[in-house]
């Protein structure tokens, strides 16, 4: 075994280990002191009963909000079709748990369901964390959602979270878009980063996005950034009427 003097060993420079490297500000923080998650529900819907799916919620979704908090119910309007996009927030797993036993136990609203569920083609569900550096935002008034996910490489924030906090805050601090809220899941398609931006309207997402593509710090921010992208996709939602979100 090679043994170093004395004085390099007390002079070598420190090299973390990849475990320690990864327990940076980025990958732990406020999300998990707070405990607080959030389930994000996309249903693609049997397009001949879309109608019919948004009339049995809207009458009927009541009933399963008295078990737990519902963000926001939206349906997609332009990048996807017959698509319904929700998210419901818990204190904790331990919560979650507790309110889907309490669903499950509630007799009205699995009548009502047994109704919605011939409705749909399939159901996707993820569990995520709203990023440390970023509280869930309250829209300016009514207006349209657009929802963006971006699909990162491996790695987790400890990799890309600088690069992609700086190509948000580029966007934010011109008021280009509103922002709702940066969501990284936790249980279901890792490394992905779903993020919710509000607009007045289509139009004006259309023009403050032409603009951003002529911001200088936008292109530098988005250019370091996209390094560490995979893929993404966007949707422009309609907040339902019941939605607390409009």
Not at 59 to 87: D, Y
Request: one cysteine or more; charged letters at 20%.
């Amino acid at each position: 075994m090679m043994r170093f003097p004395p004085l390099l060993r007390r002079t070598a420079v420190f090299q973390p280990t990849l475990y320690q490297a990864c327990r940076s500000p980025l990958a732990t923080g406020p999300r998990q002191d707070s405990g607080t998650i959030f389930e994000l529900r996309t249903y693609d819907i049997k397009p001949e009963k879309t109608k019919e799916f948004m009339e049995l919620v809207s009458r009927n979704i009541h009933i399963r909000t008295v078990h737990s908090e519902m963000i926001g119910f939206w349906t997609a309007e332009l990048g996807s079709m017959n698509k319904a996009f929700h998210i419901w927030k818990y204190d904790n797993f331990a919560h979650r748990a507790a309110a889907r036993k309490a669903v499950v136990s509630d007799k009205e609203w699995q009548e009502k369901l047994s109704a919605i569920l011939p409705l749909l083609k399939t159901q996707d569900m993820e569990i995520a964390y709203l990023v440390p550096w970023c509280k869930l935002g309250t829209p300016p008034g009514e207006g349209v959602y657009e929802l963006v996910t971006y699909q990162q490489k491996p790695g987790g924030p400890a990799l890309w979270g600088q690069s992609f906090k700086a190509a948000i805050d580029a966007h934010v601090s011109k008021s280009y878009a509103t922002l709702i809220g940066v969501f990284h899941t936790e249980y279901g398609m890792l490394n992905t980063v779903h993020v919710l931006w509000w607009h007045k309207d289509p139009d004006t997402r259309a023009a403050g996005r032409h603009r951003a593509h002529e911001d200088a710090r936008v292109v530098a921010a988005v250019r370091e950034s996209v390094q560490f992208l995979e893929s993404q996709r966007n949707m422009i939602l309609i907040a339902a009427p019941f939605s607390p979100l409009k």
